[in-house]
């Protein structure tokens, strides 16, 4: 394998990109790509190129994407209002169908773009190959779901064959009704039901910082806990840390938070010594 052709000029060094290829080449890495980081293009293209690159060195990945500002441009167009409940978007049967469309429309847009870089991607949504079953969160929430069961198999069936699984945060209840799903809930539901080696969040923010706003590189649970009871995580980052927590807690051995604005930070986090983030372990 000519790594040299398949690398990029200004990702980690080759000699570290030898040593970790082996290191992940019988593991699982799910990686959310999320809402923040959708908007702008060359950003978008930079996290095709990184996710197409692990795929030709035949590392096992599979996508879960967000959509949050895509969605609030289309409601936005027709004058819905969004009504949030902790953190989470009241979903009316107008909003959930909005929802789909958008979530879908942006699921084939990363599968044609990888298509395009030469790496084979299955969409996986509500409307094809459904793999997320829920339940709905709370009455008041209306169609947002918790996911209860993840057809593992058949994710495990499209990367046998090379192929990367691009998954929305969507489910279907038992009445096949379509239920939205919080994107970092709806990652940490398929790398528990995977046990994946790697869970990374790409965000638009560096990772944890510490009360000094300096990045924390690796940091365990009980340290993180004790971080949001002294409130130095708070709000936004409650959420994302407690869908870490559960996954480490639950068979994944560590999740990464990135910032997926800066160049090849996914390539920086898996195939560098030093990572790009903040690594979050039992």
Known sequence: MDLEKILPKNGPPISEVTKYIEKYKNDLIVI??????????????????????LNKLSLSVV?????????KRELDKSNIQ????????????KIIDIVESVLIDFN???VNSLQEKGSEAIS???????????????????????????????????????????ISPLGLDR???????????????????LKSRRLLLMTNVDGVL???????????????????????ITEGMIPKINACLDAV??????????????????????FSDKGSGTLIRK
């Open 32 to 53: 959310k790509y999320g809402g923040n980081v959708l908007i702008d293009r060359k950003i978008f293209n930079n996290f095709i190129t990184d996710i197409s690159i």
């Open 82 to 93: 969004s009504k949030f409940i902790r953190g989470l978007r009241v979903t009316d049967k």
């Open 124 to 166: 996986l949504h509500t409307k094809k190959n459904n793999i997320i079953h829920v339940v709905p969160e709370a009455h008041e929430l209306g169609f947002v779901g918790i996911p209860n069961k993840i057809n593992h198999d058949l994710l495990l069936n499209i990367i046998k064959q090379n192929k990367i699984p691009i």
């Open 63 to 71: 996508v879960v994407h967000g959509g949050g500002p895509r969605i």
């Open 175 to 193: 009445n096949n009704q379509t239920h939205n799903i919080n994107g970092d809930t709806a990652a940490m539901a398929v790398a528990k039901s």
């Open 210 to 232: 510490d009360k000094e706003k300096n990045l924390i590189e690796e940091i365990s649970s009980s340290e993180i806990l004790k971080m949001i009871n002294d409130e130095i």
């Open 249 to 270: 807690n639950n068979g994944v051995t560590a999740v990464g938070i990135i910032n997926g604005t800066k160049q090849h930070s996914c390539l920086w986090e898996i």
């Open 108 to 110: 084939i847009d990363i």
